[in-house]
């Protein structure tokens, strides 16, 4: 029935309706109210897609069948309580609410759990990813490591609380005691393939620091598809496939199977059937060892007997010492007589020889050193005469600049320049007046020749007196 319409004014006015009216946050959030009042827990089935782990923590995907397709989140503190990590294209069952989100206009489930939708849709995405796998080659056995025979340091990977490390450890106890590296894991929830494959690459990238394990065990006890999916996780298998290290997967029971399985160098029923593996029995290498003594110690002394037998069967067939050495003992006394008489014939010869050599060289020697004498006096005669030429030549040098130097303080040399030298009857010089007697025959000295004079009176003394006009003395 048409609503009641009210008119105020003339006929040409706006007609005003009577609905209530809303805005558009009361209205989405009324319709969530109703969505999530009549869907406040439903279990929705679909195949994942889309799927986003976002680095909130959340998680967004969306589930969808052949139809239809329906938002999923996942709050963050849900995620660490899923028994299975979401995968994409997974078919899953997921329990939850319906909500809306107004920023949007959309529906959306709110999970809080994810289970597997059924066994063979698990089998058969394990299988396609076994498949991808193995076409990259992470299962062949070429890849496959040789187990060490006794490991130093093994590694195990596995839950701390759980029985798997204590069976373990009893384990190795009793066959071979080892050190063993225990890294701390969760085996099974959304955390377990991530924490596992850290595991597989931390033991391997151990340095000089750190004591390298010689073997890694990766072990978790039995449990349901769904607790293992950890050790399906493709994460895990490349790890496991990577490692330097050899490798034991020891995941569930005897007949539980799993990735990683595929991708390890060994594959251990169970996790005590690990440890067996790893190491042998120390009781029995003993015992081994023993016996290999044994049977050393008996093929050792059975072939020294052979041999003393064989050495005595030898020697009695062998003739007698003195009879092999009678023959060459006489060939060799006839041998030293006659090499005394060969020795001094010899030795004769060899001096006459000597002898004609001797005097050869002696003949040779003196006539080469007369000749070599020769040659060095004829060569010392020239020397000593140029040394001779170029003395006497220093010397006449010297001579002449001498003669230079006498002739330069020699008294000649004052007389010619009109000087006189007086000397007396006895002939010694008179160097004073007062030497000279009067009347006293002197001898003057000139540069040309003496010539002789006579003193007339002695020096003046007292007053002077007025000089006497002597004459010549020529």
Same mark, same amino acid.
């Given at each position: 029935?048409?609503?009641?319409?009210?008119?105020?004014?003339?006929?040409?006015?706006?007609?005003?309706?009577?609905?209530?009216?809303?805005?558009?946050?009361?209205?989405?959030?009324?319709?969530?109210?109703?969505?999530?009042? =009549?869907?406040?827990?439903?279990?929705? !089935?679909?195949? *994942?897609?889309?799927?986003?782990?976002? #680095? #909130?923590?959340?998680?967004?995907?969306?589930?969808?069948?052949?139809?239809?397709?329906?938002?999923?989140?996942?709050?963050?503190?849900?995620?660490?309580?899923?028994?299975?990590?979401?995968?994409?294209?997974?078919?899953? *069952?997921?329990?939850?609410?319906?909500?809306?989100?107004?920023?949007?206009?959309?529906?959306?489930? *709110?999970?809080?759990?994810?289970?597997?939708?059924?066994?063979?849709?698990?089998?058969?995405?394990?299988?396609?990813?076994?498949?991808?796998?193995?076409?990259?080659?992470?299962?062949?056995?070429? !890849?496959?490591?040789?187990?060490?025979?006794?490991?130093?340091?093994?590694?195990?990977?596995?839950?701390?609380?759980?029985?798997?490390?204590?069976?373990?450890?009893?384990?190795?106890? $009793?066959?071979?005691?080892?050190?063993?590296?225990?890294?701390?894991?969760?085996?099974?929830?959304?955390?377990?393939?991530?924490?596992?494959?850290?595991?597989?690459?931390?033991?391997?990238?151990?340095?000089?620091?750190?004591?390298?394990?010689?073997?890694?065990?990766?072990?978790?006890?039995?449990?349901?598809?769904?607790?293992?999916?950890?050790?399906?996780?493709?994460?895990?298998?490349?790890?496991?496939?990577?490692?330097?290290?050899?490798?034991?997967?020891?995941?569930?029971?005897?007949?539980?199977?799993?990735? *990683?399985?595929?991708?390890?160098?060994?594959?251990?029923?169970?996790?005590?059937?690990?440890?067996?593996?790893?190491?042998?029995?120390?009781?029995?290498?003993? $015992?081994?060892?023993?016996?290999?003594?044994?049977?050393?110690?008996?093929?050792?002394?059975?072939?020294?007997?052979?041999?003393?037998? /064989?050495?005595?069967?030898?020697?009695?067939?062998?003739? !007698?010492?003195?009879?092999?050495?009678?023959?060459?003992?006489?060939?060799?006394?006839?041998?030293?007589?006659?090499?005394?008489? #060969?020795?001094?014939?010899?030795? =004769?010869?060899?001096?006459?020889?000597?002898?004609?050599?001797?005097?050869?060289?002696?003949?040779?020697?003196?006539?080469?050193?007369?000749?070599?004498?020769?040659?060095?006096?004829?060569?010392?005669?020239?020397?000593?005469?140029?040394? =001779?030429?170029?003395?006497?030549?220093?010397?006449?040098? =010297?001579?002449?600049?001498?003669?230079?130097?006498?002739?330069?303080?020699? /008294?000649?040399?004052?007389?010619?320049?009109?000087?006189?030298?007086?000397?007396?009857?006895?002939?010694?010089?008179?160097?004073?007046?007062?030497?000279?007697?009067?009347?006293?025959?002197?001898?003057?000295?000139?540069?040309?020749?003496?010539?002789?004079?006579?003193?007339?009176?002695?020096?003046?003394?007292?007053?002077?007196?007025?000089?006497?006009?002597?004459?010549?003395?020529?």
């Amino acid at each position: 029935m048409p609503a009641a319409t009210l008119y105020h004014g003339t006929m040409a006015d706006t007609p005003v309706s009577n609905l209530p009216e809303f805005t558009v946050t009361t209205l989405s959030a009324a319709l969530k109210r109703a969505v999530e009042d =009549q869907f406040a827990f439903v279990r929705v !089935r679909g195949e *994942i897609s889309g799927l986003k782990f976002h #680095s #909130s923590g959340h998680v967004y995907f969306d589930l969808k069948d052949d139809k239809a397709v329906l938002n999923a989140v996942i709050w963050r503190g849900n995620t660490g309580r899923l028994k299975i990590r979401p995968e994409a294209g997974m078919e899953v *069952i997921c329990t939850g609410k319906l909500s809306t989100y107004a920023g949007s206009s959309r529906y959306q489930l *709110i999970v809080e759990q994810v289970e597997l939708a059924g066994l063979g849709a698990l089998m058969a995405m394990l299988e396609e990813r076994r498949k991808k796998l193995a076409a990259e080659g992470l299962f062949d056995a070429s !890849r496959k490591k040789k187990l060490p025979f006794l490991p130093g340091v093994i590694g195990v990977i596995t839950s701390p609380t759980g029985a798997v490390i204590r069976d373990i450890m009893h384990r190795l106890e $009793a066959r071979f005691p080892r050190r063993v590296l225990l890294w701390p894991v969760a085996v099974q929830g959304e955390k377990a393939a991530a924490e596992v494959a850290a595991a597989i690459t931390g033991f391997n990238a151990f340095g000089a620091h750190l004591p390298k394990p010689d073997l890694i065990i990766v072990a978790r006890g039995g449990g349901s598809v769904e607790d293992l999916m950890a050790f399906n996780d493709e994460a895990v298998v490349r790890a496991a496939a990577a490692s330097v290290i050899p490798l034991i997967s020891a995941v569930g029971h005897e007949t539980d199977t799993t990735l *990683i399985d595929f991708a390890a160098d060994m594959r251990a029923p169970t996790p005590t059937a690990a440890a067996e593996l790893a190491v042998p029995v120390r009781t029995e290498l003993l $015992a081994q060892t023993i016996d290999f003594e044994r049977r050393m110690l008996t093929c050792f002394s059975k072939g020294l007997k052979d041999r003393q037998r /064989h050495l005595a069967q030898l020697a009695r067939v062998l003739p !007698r010492a003195e009879s092999l050495f009678a023959g060459p003992r006489q060939r060799l006394d006839q041998a030293s007589e006659g090499l005394g008489q #060969s020795l001094r014939k010899n030795l =004769q010869v060899h001096r006459v020889q000597f002898s004609r050599a001797e005097a050869q060289l002696r003949t040779r020697m003196l006539k080469d050193r007369m000749t070599v004498c020769g040659e060095r006096v004829a060569a010392l005669g020239t020397r000593a005469e140029r040394a =001779q030429r170029a003395r006497l030549a220093q010397a006449r040098r =010297q001579l002449d600049g001498l003669t230079r130097v006498l002739d330069s303080v020699s /008294h000649k040399s004052v007389l010619e320049r009109g000087f006189a030298l007086v000397r007396g009857e006895d002939g010694k010089v008179r160097r004073r007046a007062a030497a000279v007697k009067p009347g006293e025959a002197l001898t003057l000295s000139f540069a040309d020749g003496d010539t002789p004079a006579v003193a007339e009176g002695g020096p003046a003394r007292g007053k002077a007196k007025k000089p006497v006009d002597q004459g010549s003395l020529f």
